[in-house]
């Protein structure tokens, strides 16, 4: 069984800067991402990472503003944020257990409760 928690969301102007964290205690999965929803929207794929790989894929819409990464010593991986847009504000989600890094949120078995991000113009 795995627990993820994320931490680190918050209220900032655009253009500011967030880091997200989120801490995997039990079986350590391989493969994480994030994944954000805002209200009356799908959940949108952020970034994946393989834990021990280091394949990295990011969203068109993150790409060159947000970079994942990972600390295995702490069973850690974050999310840095910068360049922040009104269209971030969402739930951000810490999202593991897919066989492959994927994009598709069904892939993912393993939850955490989400962190809100909220971006101001």
């Known amino acids: 069984q795995v627990q993820l928690v994320e931490s680190g969301g918050g209220t900032v102007q655009a253009g500011g800067s967030l880091r997200l964290s989120c801490a995997a205690s039990?079986?350590?999965?391989?493969?994480m991402a994030w994944f954000r929803q805002a209200p009356g929207k799908e959940r949108e794929f952020v970034a994946t990472?393989?834990?021990?790989?280091?394949?990295?894929t990011y969203g068109d819409s993150v790409k060159g503003r947000f970079i994942i990464s990972r600390d295995n010593s702490k069973n850690t991986v974050s999310l840095q944020m910068d360049n922040l847009e009104p269209d971030d504000t969402a739930v951000y989600y810490c999202?593991?257990?897919?066989?492959?890094?994927?994009?598709?949120?069904?892939?993912?078995?393993?939850w955490g409760q989400g962190t809100q991000v909220t971006v101001s113009s």
């Open positions: 990472m393989t834990w021990f790989g280091g394949t990295i």
């Open positions: 999202a593991g257990g897919s066989s492959v890094a994927t994009a598709h949120h069904w892939d993912y078995g393993y």
């Open positions: 039990g079986s350590t999965p391989y493969n």
